[in-house]
């Protein structure tokens, strides 16, 4: 009896949505060609508007790339389930947020992708702490409570970073990834205006809050499933 195949998910699920965001950066350009740069009767989106989306495809492409890129420089393996999140939330920010408009469509769904965001950065903070200590043992015999903090510093920063790009990309090429308008482009004024930003930040923090206490407890007391992805990093380093 031949022994059952395994579907390589993390494969499968990487190349449908390359594809989806290479095909949706080449859409989103021609439309951004024929779209009009100021509002004219007929037209739901202008330029300035797939000039956001393109822009988010193109950054979406290069962070599908990154993680190869990373492995190929620094020996640094995203294991297989955290990738498959990874990816999938690039689809979920990206193409449905950006590109099919759930950013407007769908309630709090920015909301919800910043927690996760969160959550994810966090995990990946106790990978990126394996491959920088240098030793022959896992880096659980770092201080738990330094361990857990070095999590959550690290998914801030990113978040921040984030943010930083967010606010110089709307000055720079007049959008608005801060949401600082409506749908309709009426501008939002006083604490109004900075709302999206200041609760992204705020559920970012929450969603890495999470997983460092997470992270702590696991190496605290029970050394539980951080420690197993943290073993499982470095073996594939070496």
Known sequence: MKEKRKIPWQTVISIVVFVTMVS??????????????????????????????????????????????????????????MMILYVVFLYCAIYLGEVRGFYYLIPRWDTILHTFSGVALGALGFSVLSLLNKSDRVPVTLSPVFVAIFAFSFAMAVDVVWEIYEFVADGVLQMNMQKHSLSDGTPLLGRSAVAD?????????????????VGYVSLKFKKGWIEKLLLKVRSKQV
Not at 199 to 207: N, S, T, Y
Request: charge should be neutral; aromatic fraction near 8%.
């Open 24 to 81: 949706s950066a080449v859409v989103v350009g021609i439309s951004m060609w024929k779209a009009p740069s100021i509002p004219t009767e007929g037209y739901i989106r202008l330029k300035s508007d797939y000039v956001l989306m393109l822009l988010q495809c193109l950054l979406g492409i290069a962070a599908m790339l990154l993680p190869k890129w990373l492995n190929r420089k620094w020996g640094l393996e995203i294991p297989s389930g």
């Open 197 to 213: 930003t200041m609760e992204d930040l705020m559920v970012d923090a929450f969603g890495a809050l999470v997983i460092s206490l």
